[in-house]
């Protein structure tokens, strides 16, 4: 077993990133909505439960810290709204139906070219981050470069209107590279080692009803697909050499919801093209299939996502273990790891479970890990 490399991220136990938001920091939140705090009572709020998230991290023995996502309301769209050349639209609903209680309508539209701005809120996010962590290592989270293809120009398909520079669509997915490009650069100079593409685009293109429903609007989904390999392997052609980029495949994750189902067979090969160190898989639920498409990860790593984050009954510690052996008919036991199947609290509602039972599902991904690969 190539030991050195279990060492490296993604780690044998790992985790997704967002983590639920306690009460308080909720309650901040909405009073900075109303006018009743200031930004700066806001950040020296998220200050203070981060601080108390990383140190629970650390308690946890987890090997790299995130900041929960706590100054986020959304996993992705308050990173890609930030972006220059990009505008938040709100609508009536949401992009995809989510099967249970829907998030508040948004969309995305380009005005402008695409870029990451040097003042990108996430910039000082980060730093921050890094501050509270001292030398722990820590990890980031951001939206995968596809999502800002997706939102507008499939899922939002039947009203997006393209400015003069977007005509073409090349020009699109080199732009939304480039901007991607910067991001990694600049979270490699203050010292990200360890980056991860959150990714529903993946998710929604297993799901045969979504593939059905594009395909009626004229989409071709294999050339779809191989847009968004050739775009994030042209953002990735940023990475230096001591950084890792993983990538989370997600089927939604709204109050322990979701909004896609089918195995990985669908896009699988093309998937797996993706110049990712690793990749975080779904696999908490049948709704995910079958390892048979892990045939096509060849010398790459794999999460496998065995944990719910959704529900707070603990799964069987056997029974995952037989599924991560079962895992290896098709990719070698060094290169697989274990996380929950996603975060706990894609958005600043939180999934269904207590803080309680979070920190206990943490601790059973640590305690599978361990007795699987020994670290």
Not at 28 to 37: D, E, N, S, W
Not at 134 to 142: E, F, R
Request: aromatic share 10%; with cysteine.
């Amino acid at each position: 077993m190539a030991d050195k490399n279990l060492k490296q991220p993604p780690y044998t136990y790992d985790i997704v990133g967002s983590f639920l938001r306690p009460a308080y920091l909720k309650e901040a939140r909405a009073q900075f909505a109303a006018g009743q705090i200031d930004r700066d009572q806001l950040t020296a709020v998220e200050d203070k439960a981060i601080a108390e998230l990383v140190e629970a991290e650390k308690k946890a023995g987890l090997k790299a810290v995130t900041d929960g996502e706590f100054r986020r309301a959304m996993w992705h769209l308050d990173f890609l709204e930030a972006l220059d050349g990009v505008e938040h639209v709100d609508t009536t609903n949401w992009s995809v139906e989510f099967k249970g209680p829907k998030p508040k309508g948004a969309q995305l539209r380009f005005v402008d070219k695409i870029d990451f701005p040097a003042d990108h809120p996430f910039v000082e996010h980060y730093r921050r981050l890094t501050e509270i962590a001292g030398d722990y290592p820590t990890k980031l989270t951001i939206p995968a470069p596809s999502m800002l293809h997706l939102i507008p120009c499939v899922r939002g398909k039947a009203t997006y209107q393209s400015i003069d520079r977007y005509q073409d669509e090349d020009v699109l997915s080199h732009d939304i590279a480039v901007a991607y490009q910067h991001a990694i650069t600049v979270f490699y100079d203050l010292g990200c080692r360890y980056l991860q593409f959150d990714d529903t685009s993946w998710g929604e293109l297993c799901d045969a009803d979504k593939r059905a429903a594009y395909e009626a609007q004229g989409i071709d989904l294999h050339a779809l697909q191989e847009r968004y390999v050739c775009t994030i392997n042209e953002a990735l052609e940023a990475k230096p050499a001591d950084m890792t980029i993983t990538t989370h495949v997600c089927r939604g994750n709204f109050r322990s919801t979701w909004f896609s189902s089918g195995g990985y067979a669908p896009v699988a090969e093309q998937l797996f093209q993706a110049n990712y160190d690793g990749f975080f898989l779904e696999y908490d639920s049948d709704r995910a299939g079958d390892f048979e498409p892990l045939r096509y990860a060849k010398d790459r790593i794999v999460v496998l996502g065995l944990i719910t984050s959704k529900f707070p009954e603990l799964e069987d510690e056997d029974a995952v273990v037989d599924r991560i052996h079962e895992a290896e008919q098709y990719v070698p036991l060094d290169q697989l790891r274990l996380s929950t199947q996603c975060g706990f609290s894609s958005t600043e509602e939180g999934n269904v479970l207590t803080e309680g039972e979070q920190w206990a599902k943490v601790a059973l991904v640590r305690r599978i890990a361990e007795r699987v690969w020994g670290a």
